[in-house]
């Protein structure tokens, strides 16, 4: 039941970060987003597939406009619009 405990750690850690203003949550929001795939792999070996698919379905909704946002810059196609306070930070100046 350890990585069950890990997980529900995982996921108030990021509502905390969610609560936070935009401009905090980028380093929060970045290690959540690299420990997650630790995190599921660990209870995919510990639980099984059952638990990894609830948990990578928890994942993918609470960051999917980031997940969204980093895929379309990968693959180069048009970058959904950013909230203005960070368009200044995160796009090129022509």
């Known amino acids: 039941m350890t990585p069950l405990l890990f997980g529900a750690l995982w996921v108030i850690a990021a509502s905390i970060t969610a609560i936070l203003p935009m401009r905090s ?11 997650a795939p630790v995190l599921l792999i660990w209870i995919g070996m510990s639980l099984g597939m059952v638990w990894v698919a609830l948990g990578t379905f928890a994942f993918l909704s609470m960051f999917r406009h980031p997940l969204n946002y980093l895929i379309r810059k ?7 619009s950013l909230p203005p306070e960070l368009q200044s930070r995160f796009r090129p100046k022509s």
Request: hydrophobic residues 55%.
């Open 25 to 35: 949550q980028m380093i929060p929001g970045l290690t959540l987003l690299c420990a």
């Open 74 to 80: 990968t693959l180069r196609l048009a970058l959904p």
